[in-house]
C-alpha cells in the first residue's frame, strides 16, 4: 500500500497570508489527524478528522481550520500567517479511529 | 489534559549496549502508548506499542514496558546499532473519550557511537 502522502512539502509565505495544506491517507483509512511539529514545542496535536466530520481540536487559534473529503482526503488552512506558525505539518491516517497512526512525510511551512 | 514527560532529551551509547527511554503519564484514562522513530528529515515512523492490559511487549530488539500504577511507561533497545540512531517520541492517547488524539513527549536525541 502508498504510505500516507502530503502536498506540497515545502512552503513559503509571507505574513498576513494564508495557506492550504493537502494530505491523502492510505488507502482504507478513514481517520486524518494533523500536527505541528516545532523545536520548542515538540509534536502538538491539531485535530482529528473522521467521516467529514472534525473529531477534535487541540489548542490552537480558530486560524487554524481543517475539513475532510468523502475520500479521506483531508485539508488544513492556515490563515493570518503569523511568524510563529512557521514549523512541520504533519498528517497521520489511521483505519476507523483505531490507535495505529502513520505519518506523512509534512509539509515544511516557512513564514517570513 | 494529558500531559507526557520524557527522559532523557538526549542519550548516547555504544554500539552493541543497549539503550533506555522512560515517559510518564498524567491521565490515568490513558490506554494506548505508541513510541515513534524520527529519523533526520524523515516523517516519524511507528515502531512499537503497547495497550494498558499488556505489561510488557518485544520486537526484536526493541521492547516497551507499561507500569499503569506508576503511569509509566519504557522503551528499551538493545544491541543498538549505529542506524538506530534518531529521535524517538512517546505518545500517550485516550480513547475512553471518543478522542484518538495523541499527547507526545518532547523527544529523545539516541546517538550510538560506533
Known amino acids: 500500500k502508498a504510505g500516507v502522502t502530503q502536498t506540497p512539502r515545502y512552503l513559503i509565505k509571507t505574513r498576513g497570508q494564508q495557506v492550504t495544506l493537502s494530505c491523502s491517507p492510505i488507502?482504507?483509512?478513514?481517520?486524518v489527524s494533523w500536527y505541528q511539529q516545532t523545536p520548542g514545542q515538540g509534536l502538538q496535536f491539531l485535530f482529528e478528522?473522521?467521516?467529514?466530520?472534525?473529531?477534535n481540536k487541540g489548542n490552537f487559534p480558530g486560524r487554524f481550520s481543517g475539513r475532510q473529503f468523502s475520500n479521506s482526503r483531508s485539508e488544513m488552512n492556515v490563515s493570518t500567517l503569523e511568524l510563529g506558525d512557521s514549523a512541520l505539518y504533519l498528517c497521520?491516517?489511521?483505519?476507523?479511529?483505531?490507535?495505529?497512526?502513520?505519518f506523512g512525510p509534512g509539509t515544511r511551512l516557512t513564514v517570513t | 489534559g494529558e500531559n507526557v514527560e520524557q527522559h532523557p532529551s538526549t542519550l548516547s551509547v555504544q554500539e552493541g549496549d543497549s539503550a533506555v527511554i522512560k515517559c510518564t503519564y498524567s491521565?490515568?484514562?490513558?490506554?494506548?502508548f505508541p513510541w515513534y522513530k524520527q529519523e533526520l528529515g524523515k516523517r516519524p515512523q511507528l515502531i512499537i506499542d503497547?495497550?494498558?492490559?499488556?505489561g510488557e511487549k518485544k520486537d526484536q530488539r526493541i521492547a516497551v514496558t507499561l507500569n499503569k500504577t506508576a503511569k509509566h511507561f519504557s522503551l528499551h533497545i538493545t544491541e543498538t546499532q549505529p542506524e538506530d540512531s534518531a529521535v524517538y517520541f512517546c505518545?500517550?492517547?485516550?480513547?475512553?473519550?471518543?478522542?484518538?488524539?495523541?499527547?507526545f513527549g518532547k523527544g529523545t536525541k539516541l546517538s550510538v557511537i560506533p
Open positions: 505518545a500517550a492517547s485516550d480513547s475512553g473519550a471518543g478522542s484518538y488524539q495523541l499527547t
Open positions: 497521520a491516517s489511521s483505519f476507523y479511529r483505531s490507535y495505529e497512526q502513520y
Open positions: 488507502s482504507g483509512h478513514r481517520s
Open positions: 503497547i495497550r494498558s492490559n499488556v
Open positions: 478528522y473522521f467521516s467529514e466530520t472534525q473529531r
Open positions: 491521565d490515568s484514562a490513558s490506554n494506548y
